[in-house]
């Protein structure tokens, strides 16, 4: 017989396959409904001597309304389906069509007001898509997601005390007419000082197969891992698992005091070698960070890889299936790190995912340092476990809604309280963004939609609520006379959507839209959107 806390695991387990399972057909559902715009969104390490990185651009004060905690949405109720519409903006590249909202068609079903989502701290969209246009490519349509391009960008939104979310509502027309765009912020609060933070216990998984020789894989990994350590404490521990055709233990878990050089050495002997067998390099990685796990450490496991998969088990759910153990009961997450101008997105991606953890991608040693050294609090340390958005939208004043992006990442409404559904797990020093197509009632006026985020304390798993209101009368403005921080996540959701073929209300074409981002470049000065501008202008020469 198995003990009762083996029973309790096994039935969280069976739960939560239980709740993915219910969660991918709704996904797929929604993202082949009719295509008139809709949405709704709810809403350390920190490494000595690195310098902080910039929080993006600035934004002034909302109309909308913010609150502290406020009573939760409505209860959640099961969803509706959305009725079928004739082809209309929203329509996918590949003729699918996106989430419609509720319409005035009569329906024998009650219509669905809410919107709920596992949030999302990925940017390997962005950074993937940013290295394909600098190598004269498009990229392909499957592989952005707006989501990601607008969190790519971090917002100036007010930060919370201690571990959780802040919220932060505001809107403006969206340019087309009766449309708006409704956005949520969501942020955490920064990471401890780097004296107060807990011992790190690393354990870097890194591809070193063939595929890795490339200029600006292997040789950028070694660069970025050599900087660390110079950084890393002296009671921090890091551990090094290489995987080619098989997988190897090249350096157990060590205390970096009295062993840098050791750590260096390791690292400097890495060399590409044959195929890439992924499976093995987990499974592996897993071992090691589970035997090197440390009591009140931050054990994490750090994937380094192309994602390009050619050897053993290829499948994301079966190679994590089998680490699974490791994760529920050590609870070691994977913070995955592509490289590469050929970069298996998906995989990676559902690597994450199921992984409890998150994606980014690299292509230059600047972005490597910013990844290794400014953000690797947001990227090992947790504020937030199973943390999930729902927005309630107000019937009396909302026609329709659109969420933009989170395609992957949709929730049943009424699994939005219940904490066995996976959500998504969130460091210090993030902002999260989601952005909403809304179209208001001819006339209306008054309460818009309650945006709300719910999470788990990451050390005792108690769950916490935070919520804030929206007004039609925060919605006047117009998108382009807005504060710089809505500009710059519209600018990001447009230039995803022309990347997918989609046509967001008010969309300006790519020369249009180029010339907004530099202004707001100017504007800011802040070289993240003068990269923004720049990948727009170079997508607008590829496609004419």
């Known amino acids: 017989m198995r003990p009762d806390s083996e029973h309790r695991a096994g039935d969280r387990d069976r739960t939560r396959a239980s709740a993915r399972a219910r969660r991918r057909p709704r996904a797929r559902t929604r993202a082949r409904a009719a295509g008139l715009l809709a949405a709704a969104l709810v809403g350390g390490l920190l490494v000595t001597g690195c310098a902080g990185g910039s929080d993006g651009s600035s934004s002034d004060g909302s109309k909308a309304r913010r609150t502290g905690p406020l009573p939760a949405p409505a209860p959640a109720r099961p969803s509706a389906p959305a009725p079928t519409a004739p082809t209309a903006p929203g329509t996918e590249a590949d003729g699918e069509q996106r989430d419609i909202a509720p319409t005035d068609t009569p329906s024998p079903t009650p219509a669905d007001y809410l919107s709920t989502f596992a949030l999302d701290v990925d940017t390997a969209s962005y950074g993937y898509a940013r290295r394909t246009l600098a190598d004269g490519r498009l990229p392909d349509p499957k592989t952005v997601r707006p989501e990601e391009f607008i969190n790519s960008f971090r917002q100036d939104y007010p930060r919370p005390e201690g571990d959780g979310f802040s919220v932060t509502a505001d809107g403006a027309r969206a340019g087309e007419e009766g449309w708006s765009f409704l956005r949520i912020g969501l942020a955490t609060g920064p990471a ?23 200029t600006g894989r292997l040789d950028l990994v070694k660069q970025s891992l050599g900087v660390l350590t110079g950084q890393l404490r002296s009671d921090d521990s890091l551990a090094l698992v290489t995987f080619s055709d098989t997988a190897e233990t090249v350096l157990p878990m060590t205390r970096v005091g009295g062993s840098r050089g050791r750590v260096h050495d390791a690292i400097d002997s890495l060399e590409p070698r044959s ?37 053993g088990e290829t499948d994301a759910d079966a190679i994590l299936d089998r680490i699974s153990d490791a994760r529920r009961e050590h609870g070691i997450t994977l913070f995955g790190v ?18 409890d953890g998150h994606t980014t991608y690299v292509s230059t040693p600047e972005e490597a340092r910013k990844v290794f050294c400014d953000e690797l609090p947001q990227n090992i340390e947790l504020r937030a476990r199973e943390a999930k958005a729902q927005v309630a939208f107000d019937p009396q004043t909302v026609q329709r809604f659109r969420l933009i992006g989170y395609d992957d990442r949709q929730v049943a409404d009424d699994d939005y309280r219940d904490d066995r559904v996976d959500g998504g797990e969130v460091g210090p020093g993030h902002t999260v963004t989601a952005l909403y197509a809304v179209r208001l009632r001819p006339g209306a006026s008054g309460h818009v939609a309650t945006a709300g985020v ?24 117009d998108v382009w006379r807005s504060n710089h921080g809505l500009q710059l996540t519209a600018t990001a959701a447009y230039f995803a959507d022309a990347l997918r073929q989609g046509a967001l209300p008010g969309a300006p074409t790519l020369p249009q839209l180029a010339s907004r981002a530099h202004k707001l470049a100017r504007a800011t000065e802040d070289k993240d959107v003068r990269q923004l501008a720049e990948a727009i202008r170079r997508a607008d020469g590829l496609q004419n």
Do not use: C
Request: hydrophobic share 35%; net charge negative.
């Open 192 to 214: 401890a000082p780097a004296s107060e933070r807990p011992p790190a216990a690393l354990t870097f998984v890194i591809d070193v197969s063939g595929s890795m020789a490339e």
């Open 275 to 311: 195929s890439t067998n992924l499976d093995a390099g987990v499974r592996t990685g897993y071992d090691t960070a589970v035997e090197g796990a440390r009591p009140g450490a931050t054990n994490r496991v750090v994937l380094l890889s192309d994602a390009l998969a050619n050897t």
């Open 338 to 355: 592509g490289v590469g101008s050929e970069y298996g997105d998906a995989l990676m991606e559902r690597l994450a995912d199921k992984g």
């Open 454 to 477: 719910r999470w788990l304390d990451p050390d005792t798993r108690s769950p916490h609520e935070e919520t804030a209101q929206i007004e039609a009368s925060a919605l006047d403005t």
